[in-house]
């Protein structure tokens, strides 16, 4: 959800122009962008407050060496290091088969003995089998009802693990600089040595608020292994705990905006942002002229998949990128 994988090339092109010595991408996501300008032999310092996506970015975008091997593959495929059955007991019936449930719980008996990158790799692989099994990827809907044939919603997800760490592994490579991850509030940042800021926060739709956990909780509990997560046993998804955002809202938004760009005074902005949200795009100009002297605006075009329904909409989008600097 609101990654920017189809416009990397436009984003490339407009932060290269600014020949940076250091970017920072403070709401990186699935990882991308950071990891397509790493490719472009650029030093990246990438963030999200979700775990989840700050471990997707150190696996791929910080890590520069370290692979999982096919033994340890393997094993966490084939063994389980002790007998814990907290997945397979909070989520019987949601999601996953059982045999699912119990393959996340074996994979984080050897997880929970890993360190550094690998450990990275190997949580990032568990969540991307997760949502490639799971329909559209997002876990509001926790039952069969979306089936569509696909092959990954009938493959074991311990397959589907397997083939996700190889993936991985091939991501991996060195660019000759050492980028860097933190997982935190955009707020607290620190952004010393960056010259440009990446920013590419959670509008809020016109009609509802922009809830990440929503959609996500399961992938946040798996990165983590549910611990310091609190999950909503009343809710029919066993969802976590919301992580309040001041961008996610119609009423928080702008304050949120300002006091971002404030915050990275001394840096370039380079600022996604697509037509349907909210505030509008006149806003969002003035917002960007009120913290900086030069503001130029690109248009892409860019589809968007719209809809909650297995009969999605399509409709057209545009994708624009704002370049703010003094
Ligand atoms: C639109 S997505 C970014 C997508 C990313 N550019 C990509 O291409 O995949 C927004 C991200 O901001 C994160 N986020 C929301 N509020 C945040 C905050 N206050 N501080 C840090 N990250 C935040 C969310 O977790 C989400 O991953």
């Not at 996953?96 to 990158?117: K, N």
């Amino acid at each position: 959800m609101g990654s920017k994988y189809r416009v990397v090339p436009q984003l490339l092109d407009v932060i290269s122009g600014l020949e940076p010595r250091r970017v920072l991408d403070a709401f990186s996501g699935s990882g991308v962008v950071s990891y397509a300008l790493k490719a472009n032999g650029v030093e990246v310092v990438a963030n999200d407050f979700l775990n989840f996506a700050a471990t997707i970015a150190r696996a791929t975008t910080e890590n520069s060496e370290a692979r999982l091997s096919e033994d340890q593959i393997g094993a966490m495929t084939s063994s389980r290091l002790d007998d814990r059955d907290f997945v397979r007991s909070t989520f019987a019936g949601l999601y996953f088969p059982p045999d699912d449930l119990a393959f996340i719980d074996g994979a984080w008996s050897h997880i929970d003995g890993m360190v550094g990158y690998e450990r990275d790799i190997a949580i990032s692989s568990l969540c991307l089998a997760a949502s490639r099994k799971q329909p559209r990827g997002v876990f509001t809907v926790t039952d069969g009802r979306y089936d569509d044939g696909r092959r990954a919603m009938h493959t074991p997800l311990a397959v589907l693990f397997a083939e996700a760490a190889r993936e991985y592994n091939a991501t991996v490579f060195d660019n000759g600089r050492a980028s860097r991850v933190t997982c935190g509030d955009v707020f607290s940042i620190d952004p010393d040595g960056c010259d440009v800021v990446y920013l590419d926060p959670p509008y809020a739709p016109p009609r509802d608020d922009n809830d990440y956990i929503k959609r996500y909780h399961f992938l946040e509990g798996l990165a983590t292994y549910w611990r310091g997560q609190e999950i909503l046993h009343n809710t029919m998804t066993k969802k976590i705990r919301k992580r309040p955002t001041p961008f996610g809202s119609k009423r928080t938004i702008r304050d949120a905006l300002r006091r971002t760009f404030e915050r990275f005074n001394e840096q370039a902005l380079v600022l996604s942002y697509s037509t349907n949200s909210v505030p509008d795009e006149t806003e969002i100009v003035a917002l960007l002229k009120e913290a900086r002297r030069d503001v130029v605006c690109y248009a892409v075009p860019h589809r968007y998949h719209f809809g909650t329904h297995s009969a999605a909409t399509r409709r057209q989008a545009n994708e624009l990128i704002f370049v703010a600097s003094r």
